[in-house]
């Protein structure tokens, strides 16, 4: 059940360039707030811009009540957020639909992930993804994770276009995952794109696979993932106007199970769709 809520800025980092934490205090978020779900954020404090921003969940600590959102600047919208230092946010969420694992696509009960599907799970490796910024939500998904009988199971490919713009590499570390980077220009880690070190771990028994970052990375790891018969979910990043599904702009394409295709919206039937679905 998603809530309008006004929630207090408790801190504003930034851990590498034009990246910004924002840590909020927002207890009731925080209980039922889910890996892959976004908040609809109003970034300035009048209406002007008027439309709210998308940003996906990043951590949580349901015990102190702390939320977190990692975030990109490119735009006003942004801008005017990476500022805020303190007071009031107005916040519409959690929304969307996240990540699952699971017997049941919409149960979170069983904490071991599984396919979608339902079928037993085959116990192989169970790999995140992340490209660029994409790697904020991925690291909700971990804290998760962490807590459950996959984690050793779990792997973390995390890429980027140079070493400073590597995000969350040591907060995943410190859960305790295996994480292997990879770079465009070679500074840190492999040079080259995380979906080559995607393609060597799908050489080995893979369970299931979840990915965000950018449309051309998601494309090269559904077509990765189809060509290993592996299944895994991807989050879109479409543009948003309303996010609660009234107004259409987040619509994209995807494949009915029977083969035909369909439109839905990426803000309440995503943004975390099922790799196979995905039309591109
Ligand atoms: C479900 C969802 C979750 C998201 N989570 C995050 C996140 O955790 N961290 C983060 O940094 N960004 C995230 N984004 C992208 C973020 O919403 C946009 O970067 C933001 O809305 C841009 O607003 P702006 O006013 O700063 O830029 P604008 O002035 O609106 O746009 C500036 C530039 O950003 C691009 N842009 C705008 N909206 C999007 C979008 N939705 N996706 C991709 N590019 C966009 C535009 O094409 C343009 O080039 C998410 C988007 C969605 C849909
Ligand atoms: S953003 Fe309005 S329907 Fe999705």
């Not at 479409?238 to 295709?261: D, I, K, N, Q």
Request: hydrophobic share 40%; net charge negative; glycine share 10%.
């Amino acid at each position: 059940m998603s809530q309008l809520v006004q929630v207090e800025i408790a801190g504003n980092s930034s851990p590498a360039p034009n990246i910004y934490v924002l840590e909020l205090f927002a207890p009731t978020l925080a209980e039922i707030a889910q890996p892959g779900q976004f908040l609809h954020i109003r970034c300035a404090q009048g209406i002007d811009p008027l439309l709210r921003r998308p940003i996906s969940i990043h951590a949580v600590n349901r015990e102190t009540g702390l939320v977190r959102i990692m975030f990109q600047v490119v735009g006003r919208g942004t801008e005017m957020l990476a500022r805020r230092q303190d007071g009031l946010l107005d916040v519409l969420g959690p929304l969307g639909r996240g990540f699952t694992w699971g017997q049941d696509r919409q149960s979170r009960t069983n904490p071991i992930p599984a396919p979608v599907d339902g079928s037993t799970t085959n116990q192989g490796n169970i790999i995140l993804v992340g490209g660029g910024i994409g790697a904020a939500p991925l690291f909700f998904l971990l804290q998760e994770l962490a807590a459950t009988q996959a984690a050793p199971r779990v792997k973390v490919l995390l890429g980027a276009r140079s070493a400073d713009q590597l995000l969350t590499v040591e907060l995943a570390a410190a859960l305790g995952f295996k994480v292997q980077i990879a770079t465009d220009d070679g500074s840190a880690g492999f040079h080259g794109l995380v979906t080559d070190l995607l393609a060597e771990e799908l050489r080995q028994k893979t369970e299931y696979v979840y990915a965000c970052g950018p449309t051309p990375m998601l494309k090269a790891v559904c077509t990765l993932l189809s060509q290993a018969k592996v299944p895994g979910e991807v989050s879109l990043e479409e543009r948003m106007a309303c996010g609660v599904g009234a107004c259409l702009s987040c619509v994209c394409r995807v494949r009915e199970p029977g083969g035909e295709e369909n439109h839905q919206r990426a803000c309440v039937d995503g943004p975390v769709f099922s790799a196979a679905e995905v039309v591109w």
